[in-house]
């Protein structure tokens, strides 16, 4: 696949090995953005797949794109995104690994994944733990929001008022956390005096709600290095 601009120089060449539903949400969104420039810093895509249903999903998905293979030598970085990618959110984790790359490689890489929301640079020895953290933590909120869902159901609110809710109380944390604020310091600030917030937070508590989060993060990063 071969952009529409060039940056002046030897055209870059970005390859994405298994294009599937997080690979396609990278490359369309760097496309979305390479369109709206007029010097992009890359100028040819390379999609691998595996099977035929896919190389169709690809043509179908891309086909303002033509074929356009190329030789060149490569630099590799280690990445994961999240599943936010698909609506531009993603936090990705970035490690430069423990081969020198050049400055042009390190900021090439990291304007890639700004194409999908934010970044993080993490060593090479923390990379899995941190994989973890950007990757697998949103499946394990939704744990938590379902739970909550089915209380509020049982206390009368449909669901789908009860979701709306819930987004958007847990975007306005989120953002105050962004903003500098200690998760245990808003916790104090929702929690009054015989409260139904306190309340709350001693059942949680009583059920081993903070052990199990720590312990499934330990066992999910301990679970992904074995499998190396």
Known sequence: ????????????????????????????????????????????FIACVQSQESVKRLNSSFSDYSDSPRENSCSFVRAMPNLAAQIGESITLISLGTTPISEKFTEISGWIFKQIGETSYIADNLYQAGAVLAGATPAWFTLALDGILDGAVSEGIKRGVAME????????????????????????????????????????????????????????????????
Request: hydrophobic share 35%.
């Open 165 to 228: 809710i819930l987004a958007q109380s847990m975007l306005g944390t989120a953002k105050m956390i962004q903003s500098g604020e200690h998760p245990a310091i808003l916790r104090e600030k929702i929690s009054s005096p015989k409260g139904t917030t306190i309340q709350g937070l001693k059942t949680l508590e009583k059920g081993g709600i903070r052990s199990s989060f720590t312990d499934a993060f330990i066992d999910s990063t301990q679970h992904g290095l074995n499998m190396k």
């Open 1 to 44: 696949m071969s952009a529409q601009a060039t940056n002046g120089h030897e055209p870059m060449t970005l390859a994405v090995i298994g294009c599937g539903s997080m690979g396609s949400a990278i490359l369309a969104g760097i496309l979305n953005s390479s369109a709206k420039e007029e010097k992009p810093p890359i100028s040819h």
